[in-house]
C-alpha cells in the first residue's frame, strides 16, 4: 500500500475572504508536498475547484505542480482532478498541459481527470451536471490520440479539430502520465477498472462499506480487453483523515476538536452529485463533530480516520488494506492541526508508518508505464504524395536532416 498527501485549498471562515490568508494557506499546502518529498510519501494530489468559497480555493493545478516539481525529486504529482469538460478545459490545451507536466516533472505527473463538484461549480461555466458524463466519455479517449497522432482531427458532438494539426508536446519517455478518474458510485468503478484506469476514491462512510466498490473495481480491471490510454492503471486511491502525533492525547484532543466536520457541511451543498445521508448538516448550521473518546474510538473502528501515535495508525491500517486499497491519500490540513502540527504528522508518518506498509522504492504507476503500447498510427491521414520536406536546417538542431 502506497500513500499520498491530497491538497484542496480549503481555507473556513472568514479567512476565505482575506486575500494575505489565502496567499498563506496556498504556500503551506505547496510547503506540505515538498516536506513529504523527504519523508517516504509517494504522492501529492492537487484538487481543481471553481467558485467554491471555503471548501477549496484550488483552482489550477496544473499551476501548482510545476512550483513543488522544481523544489522535490521523488514524489508523484497528480491532479485530482482536471476537469476534462471543454467549456471548462479545452480538450487539446488539456493534450498540452499534461504532457508539459510529464516533461517538467520528468515522468512523475499523475493525470486524475473528472467531471467535477456538482452543479453550482459546473455554472461557473455555464454547464450543467447532465452534460459532464458524456463530455468526459467523448474527450478522454481522444486526449490519448492527440499524445499519439502528429495530424489529429475530430468531429465530435462537444468539440472539434476541423483540419489536422499536431498537438505538442508529446508526453516524456514511455508511453504517458497514468491516468485516473474520480469514483463516486459502484458503476463508475466497474467502468473505471473495465477502462483499465485508476479509481479516485472519497471516503464518506465505514471502511468495509467500500469493499463493494473496490471488488467492482477489480472485476472491472480483470474484464478490460481495451484500456483507454497506452498501459492498464490498477490503481484504487482513497482518501480518508489522519490525526497522527508523538502525543497521544493531542492527537485525539485534535480529533474531538470544535469545528471538525465542517468541511462535510459545505461538501453537502456544493457536491451535488454525490449521495447524502439523511441526517447530514448543511452548511452554516453548526457541524456535528466527534463529541466523547467513546465516540472517536468508533469512528477510528469504523475508519472514518486514523487517530493516535504511530504504533496505533499502523494497527488501525490493517482495515484499509482488507478492503483493497492500493494508495491511502490524507487531506490536509487536518481540522484542528496547527501549521507546526501538521509537519510533524507528515515527518512521523513518513518514517514510522510508510516503511511498514511499503517496501517497493519504485512508484506502482511507474511499473505500469513501463509496460505502455502504443495504440494508434503516428498519422491517422495519408500522407500527402507532393510533401517537401526542408533542404536546411539550423547547424545547432539537435538532429541532423534525414535523422
Known amino acids: 500500500?502506497?500513500?499520498?498527501?491530497?491538497?484542496?485549498?480549503?481555507?473556513?471562515?472568514?479567512?476565505?475572504?482575506?486575500?494575505?490568508?489565502?496567499?498563506?494557506?496556498?504556500?503551506?499546502?505547496?510547503?506540505?508536498?515538498?516536506?513529504?518529498?523527504?519523508?517516504?510519501?509517494?504522492?501529492?494530489?492537487?484538487?481543481?475547484h471553481h467558485a467554491l468559497t471555503e471548501y477549496s480555493h484550488m483552482s489550477a493545478p496544473e499551476v501548482a505542480i510545476p512550483y513543488v516539481a522544481a523544489q522535490t525529486e521523488r514524489i508523484h504529482l497528480g491532479s485530482a482532478i482536471i476537469n476534462l469538460s471543454p467549456p471548462v478545459n479545452q480538450p487539446p490545451r488539456n493534450a498540452e498541459r499534461v504532457a508539459m507536466l510529464d516533461h517538467i516533472t520528468e515522468g512523475r505527473f499523475e493525470?486524475?481527470?473528472?467531471?467535477?463538484?456538482?452543479?453550482?461549480?459546473?455554472?461557473?461555466?455555464?454547464?450543467?451536471?447532465?452534460?459532464?458524463?458524456?463530455?468526459?466519455?467523448?474527450?478522454?479517449?481522444?486526449?490519448?490520440?492527440?499524445?499519439?497522432?502528429?495530424?489529429?482531427?475530430?468531429?465530435?458532438?462537444?468539440?472539434?479539430?476541423?483540419?489536422?494539426h499536431n498537438i505538442l508536446p508529446k508526453p516524456y519517455g514511455v508511453g504517458h502520465p497514468p491516468i485516473w478518474v474520480g469514483c463516486g458510485n459502484p458503476g463508475t468503478f466497474t467502468t473505471a477498472g473495465e477502462l483499465g484506469i485508476g479509481a479516485i476514491a472519497f471516503n464518506f462512510e465505514p471502511i468495509h462499506n467500500l469493499k463493494g466498490r473496490m471488488e467492482a473495481y477489480k472485476e472491472g480491471i480483470a474484464n478490460c480487453t481495451e484500456p483507454l490510454g497506452e498501459f492498464v492503471n490498477d490503481n484504487i486511491m482513497m482518501t480518508n483523515a489522519v490525526v497522527l502525533l508523538s502525543d497521544r492525547k493531542r492527537a485525539r484532543e485534535?480529533?474531538?476538536?470544535?469545528?471538525?466536520?465542517?468541511?462535510?457541511?459545505?461538501?453537502?451543498?456544493?457536491?451535488?452529485?454525490?449521495?447524502?445521508a439523511p441526517d447530514a448538516v448543511y452548511w452554516p448550521d453548526v457541524p456535528r463533530g466527534i463529541q466523547t473518546e467513546e465516540e472517536l474510538d468508533w469512528a477510528i473502528g469504523e475508519g472514518y480516520l486514523l487517530c493516535g501515535t504511530p504504533e496505533e495508525v499502523c494497527e488501525q491500517l490493517a482495515a484499509y488494506e482488507s478492503v483493497g486499497t492500493d494508495q491511502l491519500v490524507f487531506a490536509v490540513p487536518n481540522e484542528g492541526f496547527e501549521h507546526e502540527e501538521v509537519l510533524e504528522m507528515i515527518e512521523l508518518f513518513g518514517t514510522k508508518v510508510i516503511p511498514e506498509f511499503d517496501k517497493d522504492p519504485v512508484h506502482r504507476t511507474t511499473h505500469m508505464r513501463q509496460t505502455a503500447t502504443r495504440k494508434h498510427p503516428e498519422f491517422g491521414q495519408p500522407i500527402p504524395a507532393d510533401l517537401r520536406a526542408p533542404e536546411v536546417i539550423p547547424t545547432n538542431a539537435l538532429k541532423p536532416l534525414g535523422s
Open 111 to 164: 493525470f486524475g481527470t473528472g467531471r467535477g463538484a456538482g452543479q453550482h461549480e459546473m455554472q461557473t461555466f455555464d454547464l450543467n451536471t447532465s452534460e459532464t458524463k458524456e463530455m468526459w466519455n467523448e474527450v478522454a479517449p481522444e486526449i490519448v490520440r492527440m499524445w499519439e497522432q502528429r495530424d489529429y482531427t475530430f468531429e465530435g458532438e462537444h468539440f472539434r479539430v476541423p483540419s489536422p
Open 254 to 276: 485534535i480529533a474531538t476538536s470544535p469545528g471538525r466536520g465542517y468541511l462535510n457541511t459545505m461538501l453537502h451543498i456544493y457536491h451535488s452529485t454525490m449521495p447524502v
Open 1 to 48: 500500500m502506497e500513500f499520498g498527501l491530497f491538497m484542496n485549498g480549503y481555507l473556513p471562515g472568514p479567512a476565505a475572504h482575506d486575500p494575505a490568508c489565502e496567499h498563506e494557506m496556498l504556500m503551506r499546502e505547496l510547503g506540505y508536498a515538498i516536506h513529504a518529498d523527504r519523508f517516504n510519501w509517494k504522492y501529492a494530489w492537487f484538487g481543481e
